[in-house]
Nanobody, 124 residues
């Protein structure tokens, strides 16, 4: 089992950048495929990015491709989400998630463990 704690959220103007971190404890993060999701008020939780156990494979939906970068440091048991050129529609609670499944995975039901989330607000 793994525990996940997100940090790095906040308020930023459109066009700005934020970097989210997800610290894993318990079983080592390198045992899991890791992902990021986000949920805006009144909306479903949406897939944002996924990274394989080794970090060699990443995948993004079109909504964030070219703006967001997922990475991981297995020595630090930490996964990151670098978010650039932020838009108001990127606003939401961002969740880190872990799964035993190998990539490709992108559906929330495929992930076994979740963090508590961190709020990201992008002002126009």
């Amino acid at each position: 089992q793994v525990q996940l704690v997100e940090s790095g959220g906040g308020l930023v103007q459109a066009g700005g950048s934020l970097r989210l971190s997800c610290a894993a404890s318990g079983r080592t993060a390198s045992s899991y495929t890791m992902g990021w999701f986000r949920q805006a008020p009144g909306k479903e939780r949406d897939f944002v990015a996924v990274i394989s156990r080794s970090g060699a494979y990443t995948y993004y939906p079109d909504s964030v491709k070219g703006r967001f970068i997922i990475s991981r440091d297995n020595a630090k048991n930490t996964v990151y989400l670098q978010m650039n050129s932020l838009r108001p529609e990127d606003t939401g609670v961002y969740y880190c998630a872990a799964t035993y499944r190998a990539v490709p995975v992108s559906r929330s039901e495929e992930f076994n463990y979740w963090g508590q989330g961190t709020q990201v607000t992008v002002s126009s």
